[in-house]
T-cell receptor, first 110, second 111 residues
Framework: DAGVIQSPRHEVTEMGQEVTLRCKPI?????LFWYRQTMMRGLELLIY????????DSGMPEDRFSAKMPNASFSTLKIQPSEPRDSAVYFC????????FGPGTRLTVT | GENVEQHPSTLSVQEGDSAVIKCTYS??????FPWYKQELGKRPQLIID?????GEKKDQRIAVTLNKTAKHFSLHITETQPEDSAVYFC??????????FGAGTRLTVKP
């Protein structure tokens, strides 16, 4: 298994632009998580899905953030419009009995 | 919701010494406690976990202990090596959902 796959690995965009991050979980895992990591705030849970259904999105910072999981093998995290303070590493993780992280997307908003 | 506190934030030890990182959690319903190691520029990687039905688990030089009554758990690394240098995160969750992480401990092992 290739593990959790995320794309792109790096994204540089200008303030106001839409950003879409993508994740493919490990096959057979029924839970998917989106995290944001910054030096100031550490590792924050944004949202998680069980069986493609969003369970808790209380960590999503603002309405500018949205996440979808249209099927068991794909999820997106969208930021529209993006702002410089959204700059961070965004991790996707999936779990069956244990949770495994993807390689992350380093987002820079200028 | 769950709140996880982790101490210390930084830890420096001499190669061969032991390192201990401690975490407390607030939600008594939490029953799953993993530990992750994150090297610079890499993803967090699961190194060991413990579930609430056991008090201790060991894997070679790494051990984790859990005290459910006191709501705290600890990571113990023995015979530390320079390659153990990284940031370590504890986490707590109910059935591996809604996982909350501690703020991390930066461990430096000096050769």
């Amino acid at each position: 298994d290739a593990g959790v796959i995320q794309s792109p690995r790096h994204e540089v965009t200008e303030m106001g632009q839409e950003v879409t991050l993508r994740c493919k979980p490990i096959s057979g895992h029924n839970s998917l998580f989106w995290y944001r990591q910054t030096m100031m705030r550490g590792l924050e849970l944004l949202i998680y899905f069980n069986n493609n259904v969003p369970i808790d999105d209380s960590g999503m910072p603002e309405d500018r953030f949205s996440a979808k999981m249209p099927n068991a093998s794909f999820s997106t995290l969208k930021i529209q419009p993006s702002e410089p303070r959204d700059s961070a590493v965004y991790f996707c993780a999936s779990s069956g009995h244990e949770q495994y992280f993807g390689p992350g997307t380093r987002l820079t908003v200028t | 919701g769950e709140n996880v506190e982790q101490h210390p934030s930084t830890l420096s030890v001499q190669e061969g010494d032991s390192a201990v990182i401690k975490c407390t959690y607030s939600d008594s319903a939490s029953n799953y406690f993993p530990w992750y190691k994150q090297e610079l520029g890499k993803r967090p990687q699961l190194i060991i976990d413990i579930r609430s039905n056991v008090g201790e688990k060991k894997d070679q030089r790494i051990a984790v202990t859990l005290n459910k009554t006191a709501k705290h758990f600890s990571l113990h690394i023995t015979e530390t090596q320079p390659e153990d240098s990284a940031v370590y995160f504890c986490a707590a969750a109910y059935n591996n959902n809604d996982m909350r992480f501690g703020a991390g401990t930066r461990l430096t092992v000096k050769p």
